[in-house]
Nanobody, 113 residues
Framework: VQLQASGGGLVQPGGSLRLSCAAS????????MGWYRQTPGKQRELVAI???????NYADSVKGRFTISRANAKNTVYLQMNSLKPEDTAVYYC????????WGQGTLVTVSS
């Protein structure tokens, strides 16, 4: 399974970005799709996950600001990020579970004025 993420970039505080991640390759039954993020010197942390049925779970720090969604027919997961804060600056990684965990290459989100 290969994952291709896109949508990162530089945005001012209070702004919005939308991340996308498309899975391809030997796909037969992806269960959970999600986003994690990591900053230098810190462990990778969960941002949001979504099950095939649409159930979601968010980190407390992003609740009410970020929305995860997925298009099962396209094997794609999205992360709409609103009201961005400087502390949201990180490399964001998409993740899918199909038995094993698969990771995308990471996309940098920088929130700065």
């Amino acid at each position: 399974v290969q994952l291709q993420a896109s949508g990162g970039g530089l945005v001012q505080p209070g702004g919005s970005l939308r991340l996308s991640c498309a899975a391809s390759g030997s796909i037969f039954s992806i269960t959970v799709m999600g986003w994690y993020r990591q900053t230098p010197g810190k462990q990778r942390e969960l941002v949001a996950i979504i099950t095939r049925g649409g159930s979601t779970n968010y980190a407390d720090s992003v609740k009410g600001r970020f929305t995860i969604s997925r298009a099962n027919a396209k094997n794609t997961v999205y992360l709409q990020m609103n009201s961005l804060k400087p502390e949201d600056t990180a490399v964001y990684y998409c993740n899918v579970r199909q038995g094993l965990h698969y990771w995308g290459q990471g996309t940098l989100v920088t929130v700065s004025s």
